[in-house]
């Protein structure tokens, strides 16, 4: 009986014993838990003028609080960037450098009140963890970056302090710009092109066409690529629309790249050419508020080769063209060409510190026999360099950032070229505005 008590004993101490350890256990889970409470994000994405960068992300902060409730030093962000297209797709990870907080609504948009915070981070034409591109491969391509936004300060809120988020469940972004333009694709004897295209508030006059013929990294079948990798997006801005009265916008895409001849890469032909024009053609019949007479047609390096082709081939078609450090090498081109090419206004943008596409082979001899051979529209930008428009960039003793000599395109975007015409100061959107076949 005593040996019966005293196992009842031990049985009741043991049970307690291991009631007290599940209680302190749970509530030791409980504060772990309490502490890192999961939460979304979604990212804002712009176009600059070096290409794409994931400038803000929105965190759900679960409940409202008041403007003022968070600041740069609430949260720390987090990204790590991989492109499944490599063997080893990590690229790299880091934190980002938040530089501005407020309160929100959902769409980051800063509110009085609202249940969103809204992070401001650095970026910059060296800031790679910004950027949710990679160039890989002769290409670029969205890759995936995975953000953990950690707070690492209480918020103050009318139901008590927010604590221990912690953001990294993706909920959707926004793409600046780049989301109000629309996808397609066309089919011309086998070969297919993907597109990407914007259309101008609707009114009651024909509106002009702007094609851009993308570079050589912004092949594929994301149409997306092309607007995003430079700042495509440009020619849909309030600025270049005013400039206008409305356009329409094409940026066709090819599946490698517009250089892509008969015999080689810039042999003078493309395997793409008979395709393009029929995706133009196509568009503009779809589309009769287009008006025919003010199509223009340009492009960057490999979009800036295809249009002295579709010039050269389609002589008296176009209303005017923009090639920008354009591929087409002057030896490639005839005498007889040059008395088609000369049907088109044209106007030449390059810099002379180019060494992916020397002025001294491609723009300037062919703008130099354009002259020789009568034509009287046609125009030459040519600068120095390629650096910042911005003067948020400086290198280190202080001038203006220097890009690549190649990406003249910058100054295109940014609408920069101008030259005294007629007697007047006229920039390159101007004058391309009043171009009318």
């Not at 968070?70 to 880091?94: C, H």
Request: aromatic share 10%; charged share 20%; proline share 5%.
């Amino acid at each position: 009986m005593v040996k019966v008590k005293k196992m009842l004993r031990f049985c009741m101490v043991l049970a307690a014993a291991t009631v007290v350890a599940i209680s302190f256990n749970t509530s030791a889970f409980a504060k772990e838990n309490g502490s890192k409470k999961i939460t979304s994000y979604q990212t804002v994405t712009e176009v600059h003028d070096w290409g794409a960068a994931v400038t803000k992300v929105i965190v759900d902060l679960g409940k409202p609080v008041q403007s003022g409730a968070v600041d740069e030093d609430t949260f720390t962000v987090r990204v790590r960037r991989s492109d499944d297209r490599m063997a080893n797709p990590f690229l790299e990870e880091g934190y980002r450098t938040v530089t501005n907080a407020y309160v929100s609504n959902k769409k980051g948009t800063p509110a009085a009140k609202g249940k969103y915070a809204v992070l401001e981070m650095k970026i910059g034409p060296n800031v790679s963890l910004g950027s949710p591109l990679n160039y890989y491969n002769g290409l670029n391509v969205w890759i995936d970056n995975a953000y953990t936004i950690l707070q690492v300060k209480d918020i103050p809120s009318n139901s008590g302090a927010i604590s221990g988020l912690v953001a990294k469940r993706f909920d959707g972004g926004t793409r600046e710009i780049i989301d109000d333009f629309s996808k397609g694709k066309f089919t011309h004897q086998n070969k297919t092109l993907t597109y990407a295209d914007f259309t101008p508030a609707k009114d009651k006059k024909k509106n002009p066409l702007i094609i851009w013929l993308h570079g050589g990294g912004e092949g594929g079948t994301d149409p997306t690529i092309p607007l995003a990798a430079n700042k495509a997006v440009s020619f849909a801005t309030e600025e270049t629309q005013s400039i206008f009265g409305g356009a329409y916008v094409l940026a066709p895409q090819a599946p490698t790249r517009w250089m892509q001849g008969f015999s080689g890469g810039a042999d003078g032909t493309s395997v793409y050419e008979e395709a393009l024009k029929a995706l133009i053609d196509n568009y503009v019949a779809k589309h009769p508020d287009i008006d025919e007479k003010r199509i223009y047609i340009g492009g960057a390096s490999n979009g800036g080769y295809m249009t002295m082709l579709m010039i050269r081939d389609y002589p008296g078609y176009f209303a005017a063209a923009y090639p920008v450090c354009e591929g087409l090498n002057n030896s490639l081109i005839s005498d007889q060409d040059i008395q088609n090419i000369k049907q088109t206004p044209a106007w030449f943008v390059a810099a002379k510190t180019d060494t992916t596409l020397p002025v001294a082979i491609n723009t300037v001899p062919t703008f130099n026999r354009l002259k020789q051979a009568g034509a009287e529209n046609v125009h030459l930008s040519l600068f120095d360099d390629v650096h910042d428009l911005t003067g948020l960039y400086k290198n280190s003793d202080g001038s203006p950032y220097q890009y690549n000599g190649h990406w003249s395109w910058i100054y295109v975007y940014n609408n920069v070229p101008a030259l005294d015409i007629n007697g007047k100061r006229t920039t390159i959107m101007e004058w391309l505005a009043s171009q009318s076949r």
